[in-house]
């Protein structure tokens, strides 16, 4: 049968409410379900095997959605998923250091007792998990989609869980990693590092907006080097790492839907930027922020509140342009236009470039205007269905 426990208004989010639930049940493992989360009947088949290894703390199985098609937001988020469940978490457990996701996880019940039961934060999943490597338990990843949940539909949802993520992430690197290090290996010591990096993303995106502008303005160059140099030195690691990725998908896991060119999660990556940034900043100053959970459903937005930062640097953007245009149509010499062509120009391109990708940003945040019809639950496409693995 089935316990209803009323854990309302209980201290320290889900991992609280989680806490409290191992205080009033006794069974051996526990099955963390997001509540829209729906499990395919097959999900402990799936999993339990994996736990009679008394060695093993926790099975992590594949997060995948059913409500991806219902936006531009719902799909760009989507797949920027798609790489982690696949490729990188299978790494990670290669690597000893596969993380629990806080949805779709089996904990064995002694493994959280032993680090004083499921750690609470912004990023609780990551907390629990080093504690739980640090204390000598392995964890186990399953490549394979056994449930699926909803993505967020909306721009602001979006953002609201990034800054959630970004800030806990930050928190696990600067205070759970250095009281863990000495129970890791030196692979999970190096994968919790990197994990820890991901959201300087935000960072290195304003260097890189910044990088293009203050030449055009001021004239301070990064480097000194012919077109053509640049050219030989940077295609062949772009060409590399989109070789690369597409190489990894192979390993995704569920490859009819996911496969392909990922241009809405990376347009939606750009776009949340100014979000990483905000998230590295109160990092960096441990402030406090409450934890917020993910809407359910879309929700309606005011497109300037969540475009402003993305407008803002169209209008840098077109101003530059404008400058930078009179200054070489009507005050640099004759002789000097040449020898800078090569530079001014690349600078545009990459200037060019940058609000490209932003306009990702600016199409979510016009979108999140209105909702999606009905509710995302109500019809689910047949590739996201359950498939059949008895034949």
Same mark, same amino acid.
């Given at each position: 049968?089935?316990?209803?426990?009323?854990?309302?208004?209980?201290?320290?989010?889900?991992?609280?409410?989680?806490?409290?639930?191992?205080?009033?049940?006794?069974?051996?493992?526990?099955?963390?379900?997001?509540?829209?989360?729906?499990?395919?009947?097959?999900?402990?088949?799936?999993?339990?095997?994996?736990?009679?290894?008394?060695?093993?703390?926790?099975?992590?199985?594949?997060?995948?959605?059913?409500?991806?098609?219902?936006?531009?937001?719902?799909?760009?988020?989507?797949?920027?998923?798609?790489?982690?469940?696949?490729?990188?978490?299978?790494?990670?457990?290669?690597?000893?250091?596969?993380?629990?996701?806080?949805?779709?996880?089996?904990?064995?019940?002694?493994?959280?007792?032993?680090?004083?039961?499921?750690?609470?934060?912004?990023?609780?999943?990551?907390?629990?998990?080093?504690?739980?490597?640090?204390? !000598?338990?392995?964890?186990?990843?399953?490549?394979?989609?056994?449930?699926?949940?909803?993505?967020?539909?909306?721009?602001?949802?979006?953002?609201?869980?990034?800054?959630?993520?970004?800030?806990?992430?930050?928190?696990?690197?600067?205070?759970?990693?250095?009281?863990?290090?000495? !129970?890791?290996?030196?692979?999970?010591?190096?994968?919790?590092?990197?994990?820890?990096?991901?959201?300087?993303?935000?960072?290195?995106?304003?260097?890189?907006?910044?990088?293009?502008?203050?030449?055009?303005?001021?004239?301070?160059?990064?480097?000194?080097?012919?077109?053509?140099?640049?050219?030989?030195?940077?295609?062949?690691?772009?060409?590399?790492?989109?070789?690369?990725?597409?190489?990894?998908?192979?390993?995704?896991?569920?490859?009819?839907?996911?496969?392909?060119?990922?241009?809405?999660?990376?347009? =939606?990556?750009?776009?949340?930027?100014?979000?990483?940034?905000?998230?590295?900043?109160?990092?960096?100053?441990?402030?406090?922020?409450?934890?917020?959970?993910?809407?359910?459903?879309?929700?309606? !937005?005011?497109?300037?509140?969540?475009?402003?930062?993305?407008?803002?640097?169209?209008?840098?953007?077109?101003?530059? =342009?404008?400058?930078?245009?009179?200054?070489?149509?009507?005050?640099?010499?004759?002789?000097?236009?040449?020898?800078?062509?090569?530079?001014?120009?690349?600078?545009?391109?990459?200037?060019?470039?940058?609000?490209?990708?932003?306009?990702?940003?600016?199409?979510?945040?016009?979108?999140?205007?209105?909702?999606?019809?009905?509710?995302?639950?109500?019809?689910?496409?047949?590739?996201?269905?359950?498939?059949?693995?008895? !034949?």
């Amino acid at each position: 049968g089935a316990v209803w426990l009323e854990l309302v208004g209980l201290p320290g989010a889900k991992a609280g409410k989680i806490n409290a639930a191992l205080a009033r049940t006794d069974e051996d493992f526990i099955l963390v379900l997001d509540p829209d989360h729906v499990p395919f009947p097959d999900f402990l088949d799936r999993v339990l095997g994996h736990l009679h290894d008394p060695e093993v703390g926790f099975v992590q199985v594949a997060q995948a959605y059913y409500n991806q098609a219902r936006s531009f937001t719902a799909r760009g988020a989507a797949e920027q998923t798609y790489a982690f469940y696949g490729p990188t978490q299978m790494g990670l457990y290669g690597h000893g250091g596969a993380v629990a996701i806080g949805a779709n996880c089996t904990f064995r019940r002694a493994a959280l007792a032993s680090i004083g039961g499921h750690g609470v934060g912004l990023a609780e999943d990551l907390v629990t998990s080093i504690r739980l490597h640090a204390a !000598g338990w392995r964890s186990v990843y399953v490549p394979e989609v056994v449930s699926r949940g909803l993505v967020p539909e909306d721009l602001g949802s979006f953002y609201r869980q990034q800054l959630k993520w970004s800030r806990g992430v930050f928190e696990v690197l600067f205070s759970e990693v250095p009281r863990a290090f000495p !129970g890791l290996s030196w692979r999970q010591r190096l994968s919790y590092l990197a994990i820890g990096t991901y959201y300087l993303f935000g960072l290195t995106t304003l260097m890189y907006l910044v990088i293009p502008y203050l030449y055009l303005w001021t004239g301070v160059q990064p480097a000194s080097m012919p077109f053509e140099e640049f050219v030989a030195i940077g295609a062949p690691v772009a060409l590399v790492g989109v070789a690369t990725y597409l190489y990894a998908q192979r390993w995704l896991c569920h490859p009819e839907t996911e496969r392909g060119i990922h241009w809405r999660g990376l347009s =939606l990556k750009v776009a949340c930027w100014p979000v990483y940034l905000v998230g590295t900043l109160l990092g960096v100053v441990r402030a406090e922020i409450p934890y917020i959970p993910t809407a359910k459903e879309a929700r309606t !937005g005011r497109f300037l509140q969540l475009a402003w930062p993305h407008l803002a640097l169209a209008g840098v953007y077109l101003v530059t =342009l404008g400058w930078t245009l009179y200054r070489r149509l009507v005050l640099t010499p004759e002789g000097a236009l040449f020898l800078t062509s090569e530079a001014v120009w690349g600078m545009v391109a990459f200037a060019s470039l940058a609000l490209l990708l932003a306009c990702g940003g600016i199409y979510g945040a016009w979108e999140a205007r209105r909702t999606p019809p009905g509710a995302p639950w109500d019809a689910v496409e047949p590739d996201l269905q359950p498939r059949d693995r008895t !034949g």
